[in-house]
């Protein structure tokens, strides 16, 4: 009988936010693949869980799945982790997940910390309807062009976002958008969370005086401007 892969969200910040099936599950797998062997291992060691790592990102995913499958049709279990949060959303997972399913493999996930629902909850912008953008392009004409085709976008819209693309995101912004409110959030869950509730003009000035730190989730909606 084949093998089952578990699509399991971990911590994006606190790990106090894993779920109990989460670590139960990363106890059962047969192998854990992982985004970074060496952040998964710290989560491991912190809940005494020892269980072998194979990495998998975007440089090598598709060299890797081939021989995940062949494991995975061979009865092996497998935990499928990114760094944080939950697998394939802007992270690797997505080769494997669709390959394992072509192959008519079990995929059960194993839900939790999410950074998108994160910013989303605490935003105050309607959460009806919204849509995940993810990281713009980050060629300068290309993300004009993104923006400007996102100018008649109704819903909710949430970015990712780098701490030294932030700025240069949202002065692109500000020129395609206008001086709208935005949420910035910063650092989720973690020690120095931030979460700013301004517009963008402030949120420039913001940064500019306080050096842009860790990961951001931008989170707009251009109807509530």
């Given at each position: 009988m084949p093998g089952t892969l578990f699509i399991i969200a971990t911590p994006i910040g606190n790990l106090k936010d894993i779920t109990l099936r989460a670590l139960e599950t990363l106890k059962q797998v047969?192998?854990?693949?992982?985004?970074?062997?060496?952040h998964t291992q710290k989560l491991l060691t912190h809940y005494q869980i020892q269980k072998p790592l194979t990495s998998l990102?975007?440089?090598?995913?598709?060299?890797?799945?081939?021989?995940l499958i062949h494991q995975l049709q061979e009865g092996k279990t497998i935990g499928l982790v990114s760094d944080a949060g939950t697998p394939g959303i802007?992270?690797?997972?997505?080769?494997?997940?669709?390959?394992?399913?072509?192959?008519?493999?079990?995929?059960?996930?194993?839900?939790?910390?999410?950074?998108?629902?994160?910013?989303?909850?605490?935003?105050?912008?309607?959460?009806?309807?919204?849509?995940f953008e993810g990281f713009l392009p980050q060629k300068s004409a290309a993300m004009r062009r993104k923006l400007e085709q996102l100018k008649d976008e109704p819903r909710t819209m949430v970015f990712y976002e780098s701490p030294h693309r932030v700025l240069?995101?949202?002065?692109?912004?500000?020129?395609?958008?206008g001086d709208i409110p935005i949420i910035c959030a910063r650092e989720l869950t973690k020690l120095h969370e931030e979460i700013l509730r301004k517009p963008l003009s402030e949120q420039i000035q913001h940064f500019t005086q306080s050096p842009p730190r860790g990961e951001f989730v931008l989170v707009i909606n251009l109807r509530s401007a």
């Open positions: 047969d192998l854990i693949a992982c985004e970074d062997t060496r990102f975007e440089h090598n995913e598709r060299l890797k799945v081939p021989s802007s992270d690797p997972g997505f080769v494997l997940i669709r390959e394992a399913i072509r192959n008519e493999i079990l995929v059960i996930p194993i839900p939790g910390p999410s950074a998108v629902i994160t910013a989303l909850t605490v935003s105050g912008m309607p959460t009806d309807r919204f849509c240069k995101t949202l002065k692109a912004m500000l020129e395609i958008w």
